[in-house]
């Protein structure tokens, strides 16, 4: 008896530090955001960051890269984890190794990389903004890669791939149709799950951009920091809404969708 | 069997088209793009630094870069400080993570405190960067909340010697990430511990600390040292939040690199892409031992 109490308390202690290492940051962060005006809570940090053009102009930079890269990525990984589940699953801890290398090379190193190949001729295309983009969203690619992969392959690997197509194309069904019509909305959750997490890590990321010299919202930050003080803790609050919409809603869908899943439509 | 067989028929547009080997090159242009997408945006960028590390001024091959990784005062210094940091996180990181972790299984904290540290966990996990270093500046920087309510009770953490703007601060900041992750990755193996395993040590009369010692312990160690490998991976590859917070006064590989980037700053450019490969030679050796760990805790834990 005596036993049991104590262990539960040593657990209360632990349970109380990992809540308060949570939240002080979080709240300090939300306290220092309200206190741009001296001697009274107001919104004028908010205020002033929405106000800012430089802000809507990379809030907007970073919306369009998010959209671009979610839109390819789902476009480039759908097809091939499906095609690879259907037909070449030997293939598969080789690519799952390959959808791992991120984590091995830092982006730091990936973006000295990318400058270093196509930043000089032949390709030289860190000469405008348009082109330096394409290096900017391959970047974001291979960042969200393992999770958007990973999400893909778990909603895979709980349908059975093979007799949904043979089925969808004994009756009928042309490929494009058991991809759109039959594949993706059997995979509505994992999608979904991957293109958030992928929004997340475009919103938030620093060194591609920087490096690269885009007006995203991380470049953005930096400045920010630099010479202001209460602005940047209202940045850091948006980030983390950012963060808890992206999460929150994967937990959402995750549990809502699994029902519908198991019949496809 | 004659599953297999149909499919080809079913999926090749002219059936009388035979041969595996045709079939199997079909195969293969699915994942081209793919192929494509890795090439250009990873493979290629990483050999370019990988041969220029190999090579001097000239063009000529040398290896005399990767001896200066050894040499030079500042890269050794660098290497030095990324790695203290990443296994100082760690290990904070790690400890308490699974002391939190073993709080909300086996210690019996209430359902909702799980669910609710879980969830919190999923979301500081992921948060790094740029508002890492903002939330802890407005937190514990010079003029931040804790700073300023700890200076109300009488007590100035600045003249006691902390900066935030330092490794100490770096490592608070870190832990973050970091202890999030341990919890995150080791809640499941812990919850995996048998009941059983428990009620026979303590049948056989072996005391908590005996089962902790030679049955637990043991059994988690794997995965407790794979996780911990998996934070130092995080840690030393992390840029932004550690530019944002020491703005440089503190050297590590990764600032090094962006500084090299942003200027040839050590005047030998080959030499700065061996920095680069060294990097990702520490990651690909932790990583590869986290994989090799992660395969030996499959044995008990599931």
């Known amino acids: ?265 | 069997m004659a599953q297999s067989k149909q499919t080809p028929s079913l999926l090749s547009t002219n059936p009388s088209k035979p041969k595996s080997s045709i079939n199997l090159s079909w195969d293969w242009l699915g994942v081209l793009p793919f192929a494509f997408f890795i090439i250009v945006f990873l493979i290629l960028p990483s050999s370019r630094l990988i041969t220029d590390s190999f090579q001097d001024a000239h063009g000529n091959f040398t290896l005399h870069n990767f001896v200066m990784l050894f040499e030079d005062p500042l890269i050794v210094k660098a290497y030095y400080n990324s790695i203290q940091i990443s296994v100082v996180t760690s290990l904070i990181g790690g400890v308490l993570g699974f002391l939190v972790a073993y709080a909300i299984t086996i210690g019996g904290a209430p359902g909702w405190v799980r669910t609710g540290l879980i969830t919190f966990s999923g979301i500081a996990a992921n948060f790094g960067g740029v508002p890492l270093a903002f939330a802890f500046i407005a937190t514990v920087g010079r003029t931040g909340f804790l700073t300023a309510l700890l200076n109300m009770a009488g007590f100035d953490i600045y003249d006691q010697g902390f900066s935030l703007y330092s490794f100490l601060g770096l490592c608070l900041a870190y832990n973050y990430f970091q202890f999030p992750l341990m919890l995150l990755t080791i809640t499941p193996a812990l919850e995996s511990l048998r009941k059983e395993w428990r009620e026979a040590a303590s049948n056989m009369g072996a005391s908590t600390f005996q089962y902790w010692k030679d049955i637990a312990f043991p059994i988690l160690m794997p995965s407790i040292l794979a996780t911990m490998l998996l934070l130092f991976g995080s840690a030393f590859g992390a840029f932004a939040t550690a530019q944002a917070l020491t703005g440089g006064t503190l050297v590590l590989a990764s600032l090094l690199i962006g500084t090299q980037i942003r200027g040839d700053t050590m005047g030998d450019a080959n030499l700065g892409y061996a920095l680069a490969v060294g990097m990702v030679v520490v990651m690909a050796f932790t990583i590869g031992l986290y994989a090799l760990l992660q395969r030996q805790t499959s044995r008990w834990l599931r």
């Open chain 1, 1 to 265: 008896m005596n036993h049991k109490t104590r262990t539960s308390l040593w657990a209360w202690l632990w349970v109380i530090i990992g809540a308060l290492y949570f939240f002080v940051p979080m709240y300090g962060t939300f306290d220092f955001s309200l206190r741009m005006i001296k001697g009274q809570i107001s919104l004028e940090a908010y205020r002033v960051i929405i106000g800012d053009p430089l802000f809507q102009e990379a809030i907007v930079f970073s919306l369009e890269m998010a959209v671009i890269t979610i839109l390819i990525s789902v476009i480039l990984f759908v097809p091939t984890t499906y095609w690879i589940h259907l037909r070449l699953p030997k293939l598969r801890p080789v690519v799952e190794l390959i959808t791992l290398l991120p984590f091995i090379v830092p982006t730091i190193v990936l973006v000295f990389g990318l400058i270093r190949t196509y930043g000089g001729p032949p390709f030289s295309l860190t000469n405008t903004g348009e082109t330096t983009n394409i290096l900017l969203v391959g970047g974001y690619l291979v960042l969200s890669m393992p999770y958007m992969y990973r999400a893909i392959d778990v909603g895979l690997r709980s349908i059975d791939v093979r007799v949904l197509t043979e089925a969808s194309l004994s009756l009928g069904s042309s490929w494009w149709d058991v991809i759109l019509r039959v594949i993706v909305p059997n995979l509505r959750v994992a999608i979904l799950s991957g293109a958030l997490i992928t929004f997340a890590t475009v919103m938030g990321e620093l060194v591609l951009a920087d490096f690269l010299v885009r007006p995203a919202l991380g470049p953005y930050m930096v400045e920010i920091g630099k010479d202001r003080v209460f602005e940047p803790a209202a940045l850091t609050i948006f980030s983390f809404a950012i963060n808890w919409a992206a999460m929150g809603l994967i937990a959402f869908f995750a549990r809502g969708g699994t029902a519908q899943q198991i019949t496809g439509r």
